[in-house]
């Protein structure tokens, strides 16, 4: 399974833009890229995936580079209800027979008032 | 909100006591999955299921059993709980195993096993 490298913590003003990066070098082909965040005592939430194009959706953008070694999950504006842990997931599209998530550490996000 | 509902959602109970978890879904996804979250270690993969009856083992599966009898509800079962099976679980739906179909998590059940 691929793996993602993320920033153990970012911090955000309220009502700016916040841009989390994540790495995947090791990438395939038929990766999906995948994001979810976790809020306190709350289980992870869906946010976004891409596979090669730029992605919006009402909750964020996702920002993929064009050699796909890297994407960037992008909150327009922040709110102190986006402080949370964020992951940055590939999910393979070939051989997987599970469709499991594999999750690291993740970026925990500040968002000050 | 994706519909699934994880009960109990707190649970403390003693060593060697049986414990099931239960996740109830309204969504007819196809398959389900239980996780376990713990400290230094991520989400981790317990077991999951691809339709009625049809389950298989992840990563962490040892000391855990599951059961699927019908589309919406997946069990969780510790057949003799042991101090390091205190996590927290949670349980996941996704339509189908692909990787461009979201995952959909419960709010999780607390367990302490003591």
């Known amino acids: 399974d691929a793996k993602t490298t993320q920033p153990n913590s970012m911090e955000s003003n309220e009502e700016e833009p916040v841009h989390l990066p994540c790495n995947h070098s090791?990438?395939?082909?038929?990766?999906?890229i995948h994001w979810y965040r976790q809020l306190p005592s709350q289980g992870p939430e869906y946010v976004i995936h891409?596979?090669?194009s730029n992605v919006n959706n009402r909750m964020a953008s996702l920002a993929i580079a064009e050699d796909r070694k890297s994407s960037t999950l992008i909150l327009h504006r922040a709110t102190l209800r986006d402080a949370a842990v964020y992951y940055c997931?590939?999910?393979?599209?070939?051989?997987?027979?599970?469709?499991?998530?594999?999750f690291g550490q993740g970026t925990t996000l500040q968002v000050k008032p | 909100d994706a519909g699934i509902t994880q009960s109990p959602r707190h649970k403390v109970t003693e060593t060697g006591t049986p414990v099931t978890l239960r996740c109830h879904q309204t969504?007819?996804?196809?398959?389900m999955y239980w996780y376990r979250q713990d400290p230094g270690h991520g989400l981790r993969l317990i077991h999951y299921?691809?339709?009625?009856?049809?389950?298989d083992k992840g990563e962490v599966s040892d000391g855990y059993s599951v059961s699927r009898s019908k589309t919406e509800d997946f069990l969780l079962t510790l057949e003799s709980a042991t101090s390091s099976q205190t996590s927290v679980y949670f349980c996941?739906?996704?339509?189908?195993?692909?990787?461009?179909?979201?995952?959909?998590f419960g709010d999780g059940t607390r367990l302490s096993i003591l």
């Open positions: 996941a739906i996704s339509r189908d195993k692909y990787s461009n179909q979201p995952q959909h």
């Open positions: 090791t990438i395939s082909g038929t990766d999906y």
């Open positions: 891409g596979l090669t």
């Open positions: 997931i590939l999910r393979d599209g070939g051989s997987s027979n599970t469709g499991k998530l594999i």
């Open positions: 969504e007819n996804h196809r398959y």
């Open positions: 299921s691809y339709g009625v009856k049809d389950t």
